[in-house]
């Protein structure tokens, strides 16, 4: 099993700025913890999955970025963050409010009535 470090010069990829038709989505810090099963694979089977032109890594925060940078050899703006989060000024934007009283209609929830729901996948 490779150590930690960075080799000494980083491979050719991801380049930085190209438009990646997949998105391998790294949650928090790199997975070569010492609790994690299969962490001798994962270094070699992310570099070789990036070393595909059409795949980016994203990264949930500017630390778990920086941190798979150095873990992969990258430089690290070559992983774009997208923060955990909400916009809440674009939904607002996009709420069809005859459609919202319909659905609401339907399932018998009162107009003053919050309601939370999430869709997934």
């Known amino acids: ?42 270094r070699e089977g992310y570099q070789a999955i990036l070393g595909h032109a059409s795949v980016m890594l994203t990264n949930n925060s500017r630390a778990g970025a920086n941190d798979y940078a150095e873990w992969l050899g990258v430089n690290p703006d070559c992983i774009e963050v997208v923060y955990n989060g909400i916009d809440f000024d674009q939904l607002a934007q996009s709420v069809d409010p005859a459609r919202s009283d319909q659905l609401r209609s339907r399932l018998s929830v009162p107009p003053a009535t919050p309601i939370v729901a999430a869709r997934f996948g």
């Open 1 to 42: 099993m490779r150590g930690r470090t960075a080799p000494a010069s980083p491979p050719p990829w991801p380049p930085c700025c190209r438009r990646a038709r997949i998105v391998l989505a790294a949650r928090s810090v790199r997975p070569d913890n010492p609790r994690r099963r299969l962490k001798r694979f994962m």
